[in-house]
């Protein structure tokens, strides 16, 4: 049996960890049903796609958007989704 070795962020796996935990198999068992499912359909098995939240339409419109908010005295905040555990 052949072992790979990787490097990920450590939240990344945590994060997987968890999840594979809920569904009752462990990290390298989901990275094995991947891998075989990547030979068997010679294609990787979910989309992989451009976040559209960095496409050059929307960055110009929340650039617009700051520009008019700074104008009238708005005011901007960052918040931090995962301290909040909204980021899913």
Do not use: W
């Amino acid at each position: 049996m052949a072992q790979i070795s990787l490097r990920v962020d450590d939240e990344v796996k945590k994060r997987a960890e968890d999840v594979c935990s809920d569904i009752g198999l462990s990290l390298s068992s989901a990275i094995n049903i991947y891998l075989k499912k990547l030979g068997r359909e010679k294609r990787i098995p979910f989309e992989v796609s451009v976040d559209p939240f960095y496409s050059d339409e929307n960055i110009q419109r929340l650039k617009k958007s700051i520009a008019q908010m700074e104008a009238t005295g708005g005011t901007i905040h960052e918040v931090d989704f995962d301290d909040k555990g909204l980021d899913g």
